[in-house]
């Protein structure tokens, strides 16, 4: 059996995910540019935020399997869109700056981690996923 989520339309453009399995929700808002006020993620945004938290959440569990230390990890992701021929995303563009203390033969194991999230591996071959990860 599959995780189930329920979506409700608030009305105004606004929605109400439940994630029946935990209880939490999250609100989403259609964007300015999209008839919207842009007072919560919309859900293209969810689809870049689910994108940078699936890498840092597969790299982590490589990283707990070898003993890495990833806390302080972060993803910033920049998502643009298109409106022809339909809107859609065009691109994401992901940094993921991770913290000091990483042992130089892991980062090649953990950027191909990255490369294996779900999400990744889901997002239709046409979008363009920018990746760049940052070392201290």
């Not at 293209?44 to 890498?55: F, N």
């Not at 042992?103 to 999400?119: D, G, H, I």
């Amino acid at each position: 059996m599959g995780v189930r989520m329920a979506v409700t339309y608030q009305g105004d453009l606004r929605c109400d995910a439940l994630h029946e399995q935990s209880g939490a929700r999250i609100a989403t808002d259609a964007p300015k540019d999209n008839e919207g006020r842009g007072e919560a993620f919309s859900p293209t945004d969810l689809v870049g935020a689910a994108l940078g938290s699936c890498m840092l959440t597969v790299m982590g569990i490589v990283a707990r399997r070898h003993g890495w230390e990833m806390n302080g990890a972060r993803a910033e992701v920049e998502k643009e869109m298109v409106a022809a021929p339909t809107r859609r995303i065009a691109r994401l563009g992901v940094r993921i700056e991770m913290p000091a203390g990483i042992p130089q033969s892991a980062r090649p194991v953990l950027e191909r981690a990255a490369w294996t999230c779900p999400v990744h591996e889901s997002l239709h071959a046409e979008l363009k996923q920018d990746v760049t990860f940052v070392w201290k």
